[in-house]
Each structure stands twice: as structure tokens, then as C-alpha cells.
């Protein structure tokens, strides 16, 4: 099993351009989410899907879109990006809501 | 809404033992979670807590009292790859059950 997986690993865009940062996973888990990480604000939720088809806001959402075609596919797109998204970007999925969460290695976006 | 508060920056010594300590509040509870996350790299799991009292993992432990709104993970015989940031996450009974997570405590052995 290789996992979550997240492409690309770093990213560098200009303000205004529009990107699709990509997460799959192998294991035939049913609940996904996007997190980001800035310093000193830990992991906050952007956007979570608890199976294919269903998706819904977490605490970061604006500037944000996802969709859940499969289950192993939930990508993230930014739409028109702002410096403000600079950040690390995770992904992770878990079976259940009821077990731990295991997470992508992380993309690194910066935005110019 | 849910807050959950954690030290920012904790050092201790190599051999040693140190405590992390976690407070929240949430709406409701469903379980609470610590993870260990590398500079650089992605967090990974430590422990699970949904009953109160003392879970053992070999050098780690996560302690959860569900009255007091408080947890802490601690860390035994400490080595010098334990200097990570260490996140406490806690499930409330809202929405699909995603935990929050606080703001990571940064940990720092030194000889």
C-alpha cells in the first residue's frame, strides 16, 4: 500500500492563478480531509468528505473548492489563489470517524 | 465551538521525562488523540484516549481525565529523534466527527 499520497510537493504560483493540489489513497477509506498548517496555528480542517459523493466545509473553507468523484481521489482547488494561502497543505484518511487519521506527506505552496 | 490550549515550546534533557500537558472544551467529546510531527514531515499517530485514565505505549503515555477537560502525554527515558512537535487533537459529537487539533507543543531535548 503506498498510503496517502499528495502531488505536487512544492508549488510556487503567482496571485490570482488557479491550481489543483492532488490526494489519492489505497486503502478504501471512506473519510478524507484537507488540512493546512501555518506557524504557530497548528492544523486547521478546510474542507472534509465522508464518502464519495459527499463533501462539506470545515473551519477554512473560503478560496477553497473539493469534490469526492471516487473514494480514493479527493483533490483540492484552489481558485484563484491569494499570498494569504501560502501555507503546508496535508491530506488525510481514515476508515471511521471512529480511528485515528493518517496523513499525505504534505505539499508546500507559496504563493507570490 | 471547541478550544484547545497546549504549552507552545517544552525542553528537557536526554533520559529524562516530560510531560505535555493538553486542556479543552469542547461540545461534547468523542475522543481525544495525540500525534507526533517531525519539522518537515507529516504528522503520525501516538495514542487514543476515550475513556479516562492512563494508556500505555511502551516510552509514551497519554493520561485523559473527561471532568477536568484535560489530558497530557508523556514521554519517557527521552532521546534526542523525540525533539518534534506534539499535537493534541479532540473529537467533539458535531458534524462527521473530525477532530480539532490545538496548536502543537514544540519539543526540544538537548543533551
Known amino acids: 500500500n503506498a498510503g496517502v499520497t499528495q502531488t505536487p510537493k512544492f508549488q510556487v504560483l503567482k496571485t490570482g492563478q488557479s491550481m489543483t493540489l492532488q490526494c489519492a489513497q489505497d486503502?478504501?477509506?471512506?473519510?478524507m480531509s484537507w488540512y493546512r498548517q501555518d506557524p504557530g496555528m497548528g492544523l486547521r480542517l478546510i474542507h472534509y468528505s465522508v464518502g464519495a459523493g459527499i463533501t462539506d466545509q470545515g473551519e477554512v473553507p473560503n478560496g477553497y473548492n473539493v469534490s469526492r468523484s471516487t473514494t480514493e481521489d479527493f483533490p483540492l482547488r484552489l481558485l484563484s489563489a491569494a499570498p494569504s494561502q501560502t501555507s503546508v497543505y496535508f491530506c488525510?484518511?481514515?476508515?471511521?470517524?471512529?480511528?485515528?487519521?493518517?496523513f499525505g506527506p504534505g505539499t508546500r505552496l507559496l504563493v507570490l | 465551538g471547541q478550544n484547545i490550549d497546549q504549552p507552545t515550546e517544552m525542553t528537557a534533557t536526554e533520559g529524562a521525562i516530560v510531560q505535555i500537558n493538553c486542556t479543552y472544551q469542547?461540545?461534547?467529546?468523542?475522543?481525544l488523540f495525540w500525534y507526533q510531527q517531525h519539522a518537515g514531515e507529516a504528522p503520525t499517530f501516538l495514542s487514543y484516549n476515550v475513556l479516562d485514565g492512563l494508556e500505555e505505549k511502551g516510552r509514551f503515555s497519554s493520561f485523559l481525565s473527561r471532568s477536568k477537560g484535560y489530558s497530557y502525554l508523556l514521554l519517557k527515558e527521552l532521546q534526542m529523534k523525540d525533539s518534534a512537535s506534539y499535537l493534541c487533537a479532540v473529537r467533539g459529537r458535531r458534524g462527521s466527527y473530525i477532530p480539532t487539533f490545538g496548536r502543537g507543543t514544540s519539543l526540544i531535548v538537548h543533551p
Open positions: 488525510a484518511s481514515s476508515p471511521t470517524t471512529q480511528e485515528t487519521q493518517y
Open positions: 469542547t461540545s461534547g467529546f468523542n475522543g
Open positions: 486503502m478504501n477509506h471512506e473519510y
